[in-house]
């Protein structure tokens, strides 16, 4: 360590001595209980343990010390060490209780401070006055001039942040050569199937270089962190009748929060989860900006729609497909302009007879302005590649992704290890049937979404159909999908209609057509995989009363069979299914000719 970090970590210890501390008194009630939970825990369980907290972040231990104040401190002084001289302008990024801002101002940095949690803001104004640089603010709903800051600082914060929100700002309130730290916690692989809220590591540096940002310095410090978790699971053991007490906390609280604290410990000694300290600088300004894409930018994403595909997308149209909150978009703008776009409709899935989230790609859009540059930091690449790693694999809101790309956009994701083939369309046509009936079934229409027979009919159809799909993916086709994808579109009407015995309620299936300009089409089955032949025959039927030429059918190749028992024509199709390739999920080998996907799937028309 040099002079100057030498020099600057004696004063912090000076400064740490000086700094006006809470001494515990146990005829005053804690002033942590208005801190949310479990922050006023922790809080509280190191002033009773302590007598004064001066940090809520995780301490770094050093050798056999189990002091956590001091460990707290080290942690601190860590990234001090790593800070330019003052005088320069630091962004604090979420203050805790205010100690870091306070020894960083008082060591002569110019520091501003935001914090999304008001009652942080009420205890720090308290202790260090209502006049300090800190307001209430969301890092999304912060805005300063260009390159006010020479260093952004996220102790403990990050966690919380979205990636592009981090970067983005960065880039914008920093100067060239500016500073962005973040000691936090961190993934470190993923394994698991389910959610996982903390950003992995090897990500963060990856998108950290897609906004231009060099890599400084990476520290993994899980294992001085580690102890944090015996220190708090030890302290609120000990003093668990007192949190309860003085915070009017529940035993089911605070049971909780043991078990989510051991959790993490074996998370972090199987290497899932671990401590880092992540330093960039500023290195160059992007030449495109990645960007979720908020509600106030849809207009310039229909814009970008009906240049590129040559007819509008209604705002019914986006919200039935972008609006729900399992949906996700992102941006690239180029001079603040709107230059592409890759989109992401959420679906439920049975993966294997198992429930899990997937993800539809669709509205995939480049510029024709930016189109020739399909190479590798090419639009489409890193707004491919950041959407497969942020939101598609383990740990991610989807463990899966589909979608149909075009020829020439499959190549280019396969050449760039972003997508791996698992699968491909097959289309089948048929000539029509008189319309003359089957006698021993009839079909009954569902033509609004408040039928409760139709919704028991669907409900029960679907149960048969996935029992017999319990070896593929196939996405759930029960009564609340159906409502929402073909009896509430904006724009299309489909035939829908159940086949039921005409003697009695016995069920076969349920048939969606839609026929317009372009021809008549199955666009969806819903039924036991045995009645496939009896429902095409009631859709070339339904052809034939409605004068159709002829009706068509895509299904995945790997369910053809069930299809050509039926006498119709197959026909290949060049429609290939991806699958992500790129972020760390379920291998594409095993998801190779496993979907079910129809026509409903790929067109939403």
């Not at 006055?129 to 300063?144: K, M, N, W």
């Not at 590591?201 to 520290?219: C, H, P, S, T, Y």
């Amino acid at each position: 360590m040099n002079t100057t970090k030498n020099y600057k970590l004696v004063q912090t210890k000076q400064l740490r001595e000086e700094t006006n501390v809470i001494a515990f008194s146990r005829a005053s009630p804690s002033p942590y209980k208005d801190l949310d939970f479990p922050l006023n825990a922790y809080a509280h369980a190191i002033l009773l343990q302590e007598g004064k907290v001066d940090y809520l972040h995780y301490g770094l231990f050093q050798h056999d010390k189990t002091d956590l104040p001091a460990a707290q401190q080290f942690s601190t002084e860590l990234i001090i060490s790593r800070l330019p001289p003052p005088v320069c302008r630091i962004l604090e990024v979420g203050i805790g209780l205010g100690t870091t801002f306070s020894l960083l101002s008082r060591l002569g940095y110019d520091v501003q401070g935001i914090t999304p949690d008001a009652q942080q803001i009420v205890h720090i104004q308290k202790y260090l006055g209502d006049q300090i640089p800190v307001t209430c603010q969301h890092l999304e709903d912060f805005s300063a001039d260009a390159e006010s800051f020479d260093v952004m600082l996220f102790q403990e914060s990050a966690q919380y942040i979205e990636p592009l929100i981090i970067f983005n700002k960065a880039v914008d309130f920093l100067p060239m050569a500016g500073h962005l730290l973040i000691i936090d916690e961190f993934a470190l692989k993923r394994v698991e199937t389910s959610e996982e809220g903390l950003h992995l590591f090897d990500d963060m540096i990856k998108q950290a270089n897609r906004f231009g940002f060099e890599l400084v310095e990476q520290l993994d410090l899980s294992e001085m962190a580690l102890p944090t978790l015996d220190y708090l699971l030890c302290m609120t053991a000990i003093h668990r009748q007192r949190l309860i007490y003085d915070l009017h906390l529940s035993e089911a609280q605070l049971a909780q929060l043991d078990e989510s604290n051991r959790a993490y410990q074996k998370k972090y000694t199987s290497g899932q989860f671990g401590y880092g300290l992540l330093h960039f600088r500023k290195k160059t300004h992007p030449k495109w900006r990645l960007r979720l894409l908020e509600k106030n930018q849809v207009p310039e994403m229909r814009t970008l729609f009906e240049k590129t595909f040559n007819h509008a997308m209604s705002p019914a149209t986006w919200e039935w497909k972008y609006g729900p909150a399992t949906s996700r978009e992102i941006g690239i703008w180029r001079d603040h302009q709107l230059v592409a776009h890759y989109g992401g409709i959420g679906r439920d899935i049975l993966l294997f007879g198992q429930p899990q989230t997937a993800v539809q790609i669709g509205d995939v859009m480049v510029d024709a302005s930016e189109r020739g540059i399909l190479i590798r930091k090419g639009p489409f690449y890193l707004m491919a590649s950041t959407f497969l790693e942020r939101f598609i694999g383990f740990g991610k809101p989807y463990l899966i992704g589909f979608g149909f790309p075009n020829e020439r956009a499959m190549k280019v994701a396969e050449r760039l290890g972003l997508y791996a083939e698992v699968g491909r369309m097959t289309e089948f046509s048929w000539q029509p049937l008189p319309k003359l009936p089957k006698w021993r079934t009839r079909l009954r229409p569902i033509e609004n979404s408040d039928d409760d027979w139709a919704a028991n009919a669907v409900n029960e159809c679907w149960l048969q159909m996935a029992n017999d799909l319990q070896a593929a993916i196939v996405g759930i086709r029960d009564w609340r999908y159906l409502q929402h994808r073909y009896l509430n579109h904006p724009n299309q009407q489909y035939q829908v209609v159940v086949v039921k015995n005409r003697f009695g309620e016995q069920l076969h299936g349920v048939l969606v057509i839609r026929h317009d300009v372009d021809g008549f089409e199955i666009v969806d089955i819903i039924a036991p995989l045995a009645e496939i032949p009896l429902l095409v025959t009631h859709a070339r039927r339904l052809a034939g009363i409605a004068g159709g030429e002829r009706i068509t059918c895509r299904i995945t190749e790997n369910f053809a069979v069930h299809f050509a028992a039926t006498g119709g024509v197959q026909q290949s199709s060049n429609i290939r299914i991806p699958a992500n390739a790129w972020s760390d999920g379920p291998k594409p080998d095993t998801l190779r000719n496993c979907w079910w996907l129809m026509s409903g799937d790929m067109d939403f028309r």
